[in-house]
């Protein structure tokens, strides 16, 4: 099913440092490791940084199943960009030779770190939203995003759009893959036919679709108005998530490991 | 045509976060000519079973198997479901286009499909003269549902599973369903009708089966099934009131056999009782 391969992942309830740390700390912190990966440059920087998502990922107490769902379709593209550099880097030592393509000892590092990279990026951002509930995320996205409101970007409007974004999007994959049965039912056969023939062919699954989309948007306006929501301006919130020395802590520590990478390759 | 699960099970998400077995262990056999009803519970497994039986999801384990289809090397094209609030899924921009939809699929000659469109319109009670150019979006919600079972008829299947037929109909749309799914099976077609009022399940299946937790609870003629009052409370479903009625006079005293499940049978039951002349001590 689309939707069981499409999520990062969803919420894990689990009591663990890694859940109990603000959400604008985890979202500043996801960036800054995301940064770190691409400005190391070697494989201790690499080696260390996969060390600290691993131990994220065993302190969060999330199970390596529940990741790992998630991971499925991004682990056919890290080995696609492996294979991709290995044959296009261009190096000096050549390892193999396959007819027009040669196999360099410098494409065999490039290749690996890109696929380590990109799959500690998956791994770390999966983190985030398996520890993290979306009424945490966006509301953290909305703090991180404060200050810029000042000079008019519209903070609360993005963090709110957010919100029903990831609040509807299991919904309406589930509705999909409800659509695609229903159609199948009806002798569909999305394979079949040239090319516009299966433009067509998506027609009996779009339509239905944007149905649903559009009548759920309808239901939802209707139930904010009725409770008399007017946007940002004078809103107050239920529950105050205040910063925590804890998130200080972790923060610094990812500064650290940054400053770290970026040290290293200067130098 | 005949369709036989063995030892049938199955999981949603096998191995993932929120792992639910929707059906465990399933042994059923549906006849050719049968007209069923399913009832249970929500989230008994009603519905997975009827995707099961249309070929449209891979038991986890142990078999679905049909036997006596015309087309014997696709069997499942020979079943058609209507699935729960099919309005959910229409698209076409005509009426026709959205019943031809199926028949087309099957490969129905171009030229042949007005004449198809027109049986199944007719078999929905709708006038295919009047119908023909409008949106289905602009129909009612009776009418709407209509369609959708059309779309499914025009493919003439030999078993016919509908999934909460009635749902969010008003009382005329649930006699008609009735009467419709009656006409299906004596035309000829297996019918596994899935609802929970067991009312509707009593005055027009000859068999009833009762799904509780994904497991078959009870499986026999209504009779049989409605009479066993505290196993269908334990799947929290409630006899007919014709057959609680019989039960509960029988239980003041009544010496009446109390296997009434329409109330056409209980008033027989009373009437019979009553000309008896033995009421006892109660009358
Ligand atoms: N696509 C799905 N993914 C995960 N769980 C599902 C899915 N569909 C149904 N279930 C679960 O399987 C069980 C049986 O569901 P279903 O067959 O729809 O029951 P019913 O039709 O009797 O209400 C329920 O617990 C339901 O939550
Ligand atoms: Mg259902």
Redesign the interface.
């Given at each position: 099913m689309l939707k069981?391969k499409l999520l990062l992942g969803q919420y894990?309830p689990a009591d663990s440092p890694v859940h109990r740390l603000t959400a604008s700390c985890k979202i500043l912190v996801t960036i800054i490791y995301m940064v770190a990966l691409f400005v190391a440059d070697d494989w201790l920087g690499w080696g260390l940084l996969a060390a600290v998502g691993l131990a994220a990922v065993l302190i969060s107490k999330v199970?390596f199943?529940?990741i790992w769902?998630g991971m499925k379709i991004i682990v056919i593209f890290c080995v696609l960009t492996f294979l991709l550099n290995l044959f296009m880097y261009p190096g000096d030592h050549v390892l193999l030779t396959l007819g027009r393509f040669r196999l360099t000892a410098e494409g065999l590092t490039y290749g690996l770190a890109m696929a380590l990279r990109l799959f500690m990026l998956v791994v770390f951002a999966s983190l985030l939203t398996l520890t993290t509930t979306p009424i945490q995320l966006t509301d953290g996205l909305e703090t991180l995003l404060k200050p810029a409101s000042r000079i008019g970007v519209p903070a609360h409007e993005i963090a709110m759009m957010m919100s029903i974004a990831l609040r509807f999007i299991p919904t309406i994959l589930e509705?999909f893959d409800?659509?695609v049965?229903?159609?199948?039912?009806?002798?569909?056969?999305l394979k079949q036919g040239n090319i516009a023939q299966r433009v067509k062919n998506f027609?009996?699954?779009l339509?239905?679709l944007f149905?649903?989309a559009f009548r759920r948007a309808d239901d939802l306006s209707q139930a904010m108005e009725a409770k008399c929501y007017r946007g940002g301006a004078g809103r107050t919130r239920w529950k105050v998530v205040k910063w925590q020395s804890r998130d200080t802590v972790c923060l610094a520590l990812f500064l650290l490991l940054l400053a770290g990478a970026i040290l290293e390759r200067v130098l | 045509m005949k369709i036989t699960l063995q030892h049938v099970d199955h999981i949603y998400q096998e191995g993932g976060v929120s792992e639910t077995a929707a059906l465990r262990d399933v042994d059923l056999t549906i006849d050719d000519g049968e007209l069923v009803a399913v009832i249970g519970h929500g989230g008994s497994g009603k519905s997975t079973l009827a995707l099961l039986m249309a070929g449209l999801y891979q038991p986890s384990s142990g078999t679905v198997e049909l036997t006596g289809s015309k087309d014997p090397e696709h069997p499942f094209r020979s079943v058609g479901l209507v699935f729960q609030y099919p309005e959910q899924q229409l698209f076409g921009e005509s009426v026709f286009e959205e019943v031809a939809f199926g028949a087309r699929n099957q490969g129905t000659a171009e030229d042949y499909l007005p004449v198809k469109v027109r049986e199944a319109l007719e078999q929905v009670g709708l006038d295919p003269d009047v119908m023909w150019y409008r949106s289905p979006f602009s129909l009612s919600g009776g009418q709407k549902r209509r369609v959708c079972i059309a779309g499914v008829l025009v493919m003439d299947p030999q078993l016919i599973i509908l999934d909460e037929p009635t749902a969010g109909l008003d009382e005329g749309g649930r006699k008609w369903i009735a009467q419709l799914v009656r006409r299906l099976n004596e035309e000829g077609r297996t019918v596994v009708w899935i609802t929970h009022n067991m009312a509707e399940a009593a005055e027009v299946a000859r068999r009833v089966i009762v799904l509780k937790g994904g497991r078959v609870l009870l499986d026999g003629p209504p009779q049989q099934v409605f009479s066993e009052e505290e196993t269908l409370m334990s799947a929290h479903l409630t006899p007919p009131p014709a057959a609680r009625l019989v039960r509960e006079l029988q239980r003041r005293g009544w010496d009446i056999e109390a296997s009434a499940v329409t109330v056409e049978g209980a008033a027989e039951e009373i009437l019979s009782h009553l000309a008896s002349g033995k009421e006892g001590g109660h009358a």
């Amino acid at each position: 099913m689309l939707k069981e391969k499409l999520l990062l992942g969803q919420y894990y309830p689990a009591d663990s440092p890694v859940h109990r740390l603000t959400a604008s700390c985890k979202i500043l912190v996801t960036i800054i490791y995301m940064v770190a990966l691409f400005v190391a440059d070697d494989w201790l920087g690499w080696g260390l940084l996969a060390a600290v998502g691993l131990a994220a990922v065993l302190i969060s107490k999330v199970p390596f199943k529940a990741i790992w769902r998630g991971m499925k379709i991004i682990v056919i593209f890290c080995v696609l960009t492996f294979l991709l550099n290995l044959f296009m880097y261009p190096g000096d030592h050549v390892l193999l030779t396959l007819g027009r393509f040669r196999l360099t000892a410098e494409g065999l590092t490039y290749g690996l770190a890109m696929a380590l990279r990109l799959f500690m990026l998956v791994v770390f951002a999966s983190l985030l939203t398996l520890t993290t509930t979306p009424i945490q995320l966006t509301d953290g996205l909305e703090t991180l995003l404060k200050p810029a409101s000042r000079i008019g970007v519209p903070a609360h409007e993005i963090a709110m759009m957010m919100s029903i974004a990831l609040r509807f999007i299991p919904t309406i994959l589930e509705e999909f893959d409800r659509i695609v049965l229903a159609q199948r039912a009806r002798g569909a056969d999305l394979k079949q036919g040239n090319i516009a023939q299966r433009v067509k062919n998506f027609v009996p699954l779009l339509v239905p679709l944007f149905v649903a989309a559009f009548r759920r948007a309808d239901d939802l306006s209707q139930a904010m108005e009725a409770k008399c929501y007017r946007g940002g301006a004078g809103r107050t919130r239920w529950k105050v998530v205040k910063w925590q020395s804890r998130d200080t802590v972790c923060l610094a520590l990812f500064l650290l490991l940054l400053a770290g990478a970026i040290l290293e390759r200067v130098l | 045509m005949k369709i036989t699960l063995q030892h049938v099970d199955h999981i949603y998400q096998e191995g993932g976060v929120s792992e639910t077995a929707a059906l465990r262990d399933v042994d059923l056999t549906i006849d050719d000519g049968e007209l069923v009803a399913v009832i249970g519970h929500g989230g008994s497994g009603k519905s997975t079973l009827a995707l099961l039986m249309a070929g449209l999801y891979q038991p986890s384990s142990g078999t679905v198997e049909l036997t006596g289809s015309k087309d014997p090397e696709h069997p499942f094209r020979s079943v058609g479901l209507v699935f729960q609030y099919p309005e959910q899924q229409l698209f076409g921009e005509s009426v026709f286009e959205e019943v031809a939809f199926g028949a087309r699929n099957q490969g129905t000659a171009e030229d042949y499909l007005p004449v198809k469109v027109r049986e199944a319109l007719e078999q929905v009670g709708l006038d295919p003269d009047v119908m023909w150019y409008r949106s289905p979006f602009s129909l009612s919600g009776g009418q709407k549902r209509r369609v959708c079972i059309a779309g499914v008829l025009v493919m003439d299947p030999q078993l016919i599973i509908l999934d909460e037929p009635t749902a969010g109909l008003d009382e005329g749309g649930r006699k008609w369903i009735a009467q419709l799914v009656r006409r299906l099976n004596e035309e000829g077609r297996t019918v596994v009708w899935i609802t929970h009022n067991m009312a509707e399940a009593a005055e027009v299946a000859r068999r009833v089966i009762v799904l509780k937790g994904g497991r078959v609870l009870l499986d026999g003629p209504p009779q049989q099934v409605f009479s066993e009052e505290e196993t269908l409370m334990s799947a929290h479903l409630t006899p007919p009131p014709a057959a609680r009625l019989v039960r509960e006079l029988q239980r003041r005293g009544w010496d009446i056999e109390a296997s009434a499940v329409t109330v056409e049978g209980a008033a027989e039951e009373i009437l019979s009782h009553l000309a008896s002349g033995k009421e006892g001590g109660h009358a």
